[in-house]
């Protein structure tokens, strides 16, 4: 098994990858790795970049400037890329008319996989009975599933899934994550673009946040969380931090009480036991991923542009706002001399269809 995992390889590595739309800079020189065998969290706040990096790295939308590479190579340059990279970067693409069966089919013809490997896969999502309906009659957490069926086609050592967890119920998310842990125990690399940050954290290894197109942390889960710490008010805050600090643990005033940092609360409890003093409350304290992203990506450097533009922010520092000629939404690869800047018809026709959808995420 390890000797399997070592030759699976599909490392990915962003430098300095760069998206602009006219004098809009939706991704803005950024560098981040994702290494096989571990599940990586690509967070961020709606507008903030995630999914155009995710079609620059497959290809589906041309960078401006940096490269996005799997094993060091470029998405448009792997031979048969299905068979290396499975991704799913929207529940909604598929012919409402078309069985989930035949829509693998279809995929699975392109890639050169046996159609036994449709309804494998079909079991192994869990929705071998809805194969025979038809894909626009399938509930949102279908849908995932089938894309996710999709994405596993070519048996990728790649996985890139975009907001996979929208529209499952809670013991959906529950398979969910076993199964990606799965994955990555098979020494598949995995990235996960999410929104639902309480559930990643249960799931992934490591995170990656960007905010308006930069990056603003990576690294493993622990890592950003920091130092375990323990929260204790008591009698006498001055004896007790005296006991503390004689036993190495760094001590701070924290309001009322004192934040120690260790995870073993018996040792505060014995020092204080020791140092007569009365413990009034004792808790420990981590800083959770949710909280984490909300200090990083609201901070005045990395501040939501989009949120400010509609707060009504039209001032000289004023984000330009999202801009009006982001490329189509992902589906299978295509031609590359498709992937140039569109001409002012076509910004035209693409801004009234983001109109009528919402705008872009």
């Known amino acids: 098994m390890e000797g399997a995992r070592r030759e699976r390889g599909g490392r990915i590595e962003v430098r300095g990858l760069t998206k602009r739309f006219g004098s809009f ?9 994702v290494e096989p065998g571990r599940v990586t969290g690509f967070l961020g706040p709606n507008g903030s970049g995630k999914t155009t990096t995710l079609r620059m790295l497959l290809g589906l939308v041309r960078a401006t400037a940096g490269t996005a590479t799997i094993d060091g190579h470029r998405y448009r ?18 012919h409402p008319g078309r069985t989930g069966r035949n829509h693998l089919r279809v ?48 048996d990728p050592r790649v996985i890139i899934l975009d907001e996979p967890a929208n529209g499952l119920d809670p013991e959906g998310i529950r398979w969910l994550r076993g199964f990606l842990r799965h994955l990555a125990d098979e020494g598949r690399t995995l990235l996960i673009s999410s929104h639902m940050l309480s559930e990643v954290e249960q799931t992934v290894d490591d995170v990656v946040i960007i905010a308006n197109g930069k990056r603003v942390a990576q ?12 929260y204790v008010r008591t009698s006498d805050p001055e004896r007790l931090a005296e006991g503390l600090r004689r036993r190495g643990l760094a001590v701070t005033p924290a309001g009322r009480g004192l934040r120690v940092t260790t995870d073993d609360l018996a040792t505060v409890g ?13 808790r420990s ?59 002012p018809d076509a910004r035209d026709e693409q801004t009234a269809r983001l109109d009528r959808e919402g705008g872009a995420r």
């Open 285 to 343: 304290e981590q800083t959770h991923l949710e909280e984490l992203f909300f200090n990083l990506t609201e901070s005045e450097e990395f501040r939501n542009r989009n949120l400010l533009a509609q707060a009504g922010d039209t001032g000289p520092s004023a984000p330009a706002g999202p801009p009006t000629d982001l490329p189509p939404p992902s589906g299978p690869p295509i031609d590359p001399a498709l992937l140039d800047e569109p001409g």
């Open 107 to 154: 995929q699975a013809a392109v890639a050169g996989v046996p159609d036994r490997r449709v309804d494998e896969l079909l079991e192994l999502v869990g929705i071998p009975a809805a194969a025979r309906k038809r894909a626009g009659g399938y509930s949102m957490g279908m849908r995932q599933r089938l894309g996710l069926a999709a994405a596993l086609l070519g």
């Open 270 to 282: 014995d020092v204080a036991h020791a140092s007569d003093v009365a413990i009034h409350e004792l």
């Open 219 to 230: 690294g493993t889960v622990a890592e950003l969380r920091g130092h375990p710490t323990a």
């Open 77 to 94: 340059d792997i031979p048969n890329p299905l068979t290396v990279v499975g991704s799913a970067l929207e529940a909604t693409n598929f």
């Open 25 to 33: 800079t939706a991704v803005d020189h950024l560098d981040f790795d």
